[in-house]
């Protein structure tokens, strides 16, 4: 295997975290040639910088292994892809995903582009992600081992010809192993905590970061009846099932002290409508519409019946399939139960079993 590998040349994503130092440390060892990149992209000048202390590791880690180092300058990507894809969004009314778009335009839109154009045959990252190829060359994208860290929900929008060129090399591997592994090969980052936050910005409140592009207008908090019992800092800033950020004033006699979620918005007006019990007082969304599709093997049929999540993490529920129109990249599918949670913009990430297929996103 080694002596095969020694002719792949594989440029890794190295982001100073231990995911993706452990991965270019287990690629070494399958004898690869190894690259690692880092990736420079956009921060706001309002934030403490965090690049320069992750670019400081990652090239720690490349020193360590023993493998070339290189940054890539992906800020342009980043600002038009991701930050500013997602304001715009939110000015919709809408709840994009940065995860799924960062992993989209940057990690595996830029990156792989500069990377296949400089030779590499493959890139790889530390996402917690199983891969698969049958006989004939197909790939399928397999949840990670790790039911904790599987990542495949923010990675929907691969499809096959991207997959081809694509390495996971943690993806069957327990997070706790991955611990175990840095600590074997004696890296930099074995101790180093996880990162949190918004792709590449780090830990900050979505609300913050998006209250210095997004003006803040005080609106109205409104009961399922059109009472006013509350008020909010601005209906764009807030999304469908979110139970904090606003304010309840007017309680009426006999309610339970149970929390609120908000159940629709309007922007027009700047009002949030809430409840205690959405799931009773939130319209039907049992059928809803898709656009952005992705099948990533092109299996996907009228009448399946698959799995879905819609959020990372989140319960995995039925659906089927009830119309699906490739050319236009657009599907209608039947929840088997009606959501109150659904929200325009959402990623529904589609599922058989553990293999994930692709997925599209609301509207």
């Not at 202390?53 to 180092?69: G, K, W």
């Not at 390495?167 to 905590?193: D, H």
Request: glycine content about 8%; some cysteine.
């Amino acid at each position: 295997m080694k002596n095969r590998n020694a002719t792949k040349t594989v440029f890794i994503g190295v982001s100073g975290g231990v995911d993706s130092s452990v991965a270019a440390a287990l690629l070494k060892d399958q004898g690869y040639n190894i690259v690692g990149v880092f990736m420079r992209t956009w921060q706001p000048n309002w934030i403490e910088c965090t690049w320069q202390s992750e670019r400081r590791d990652a090239m720690r880690v490349c020193a360590h292994l023993e493998i070339p180092f290189v940054e890539l300058d992906l800020e342009k990507e980043y600002k038009e892809g991701v930050a500013d894809y997602m304001i715009q969004e939110y000015r919709r009314g809408r709840t994009p995903n940065p995860d799924v778009m960062c992993n989209r335009e940057v990690k595996f839109g830029g990156f792989l582009k500069w990377a296949l154009s400089k030779g590499a045959d493959y890139i790889a990252t530390g996402h917690y992600v199983n891969r698969s190829v049958d006989d004939g060359g197909v790939v399928t994208m397999l949840r990670g081992n790790d039911p904790q860290k599987d990542q495949t929900y923010f990675l929907w929008t691969l499809e096959q010809d991207q997959l081809q060129h694509i390495l996971f090399p943690v993806g069957n591997i327990p997070k706790s192993r991955v611990r175990e592994r840095a600590e074997k090969y004696q890296l930099p980052t074995a101790t180093k905590k996880d990162s949190q936050g918004i792709c590449f910005i780090g830990e900050i409140d979505m609300k913050e970061f998006l209250g210095h592009y997004i003006d803040e207008k005080k609106g109205d908090v409104l009961d399922i009846l059109g009472n006013v019992i509350g008020s909010h800092k601005g209906s764009l800033l807030y999304t469908i099932s979110e139970r904090h950020g606003f304010s309840i004033n007017r309680k009426y006699k006999g309610t339970h002290d149970f929390p609120y979620y908000i159940i629709s918005k309007d922007i027009k007006n700047n009002t949030i409508t809430v409840s205690q019990n959405p799931e009773k007082d939130t319209q039907d969304t049992t059928i809803v519409n898709l656009i952005d599709l992705v099948d990533n093997k092109n299996c996907i049929k009228k009448g399946d019946i698959l799995s879905a999540q819609i959020r990372y993490r989140g319960k995995v529920k039925k659906i089927t399939i009830l119309d699906i129109n490739h050319d236009d990249k657009i599907a209608r599918v039947k929840f088997a139960k009606s959501d109150a949670t659904l929200a325009a913009g959402q990623s529904v990430v589609f599922y058989k079993d553990k293999e994930c297929l692709g997925g599209g996103v609301l509207v």
